[in-house]
Every structure is written in structure tokens, then in C-alpha cells.
């Protein structure tokens, strides 16, 4: 699976930011697909995580402002951010979780996909 994120940039804070992630290449299935961030000197962090069913989770700093969602027809994820702070200021990266093939899916299997991630800078 191949991830190829858009939509990073620079925007003052209270600005908005729409991050895209469409997901190319052939899995049986893929379970989750996510965003995650990177700032210097931290651990990369989940931001949100969206499931084939819809259901979500986001880190808690980022809750009631960002929304994630799913086109599960396209393969693709995007996270919408609102209100946006200084401290988001990070490297966001688009993840997916899958089952690469009936085996895999079977044995219980699942496989993780990055991508190259992209430069988001809150200015205050």
C-alpha cells in the first residue's frame, strides 16, 4: 500500500488546515486508517484513527476541533483542523492498518503503512 498525503502548509493560529491521504495498492482489507504527528524531539503521537465502521478516536488535545473521515469506496482519509495552535505545529503523518491477505486476515495479522508525512506550522 502505497499513502500519498496532501494538504499541509503554514497558517496562523485559529486558522483551519484540511490534510488528505488517498491509499493505492492491493490488501484484502484494510481496518483503520489514521493520522499521526511528529514534532521535534517528541514521539510520534496519534492524532485520530477512523475504522471501516467509522468509529474514531483522537488524542485528547486535538478533540472538538479536528474531525477525522473516510471514504472507504476511494481508500481515502482526511482530517479536517480547526482552531488551530502553535503546538500542532508537527510532521502529520497518514497511517493505515491492514490485513495484507486471507492468510494474514485469518492468522490475525495486520500490517502498518506510512506515509512520508507532511509539514504542518501553526504561527502565533
Known amino acids: 500500500v502505497q499513502l500519498q498525503a496532501s494538504g499541509g502548509g503554514w497558517v496562523q493560529t485559529g486558522g483551519s488546515l484540511r490534510l488528505s491521504c488517498a491509499a493505492s495498492g492491493s490488501v484484502l482489507r484494510i481496518i483503520t486508517m489514521g493520522w499521526y504527528r511528529q514534532s521535534p524531539g517528541n514521539q510520534r503521537e496519534l492524532v485520530a484513527v477512523?475504522?471501516?465502521?467509522?468509529?474514531?478516536d483522537y488524542a485528547d488535545s486535538v478533540k472538538g476541533r479536528f474531525t477525522i473521515s473516510r471514504d472507504n469506496a476511494k481508500n481515502t482519509v482526511e482530517l479536517q483542523m480547526n482552531s488551530l495552535k502553535p503546538e500542532d505545529t508537527a510532521v502529520y503523518y497518514c497511517n493505515v492498518v491492514a490485513n495484507e491477505d486471507i492468510k494474514s486476515w485469518k492468522d490475525g495479522r495486520t500490517t502498518t503503512y506510512w506515509g512520508k508525512g507532511t509539514q504542518v506550522t501553526v504561527s502565533s
Open positions: 477512523i475504522t471501516t465502521a467509522g468509529g474514531t
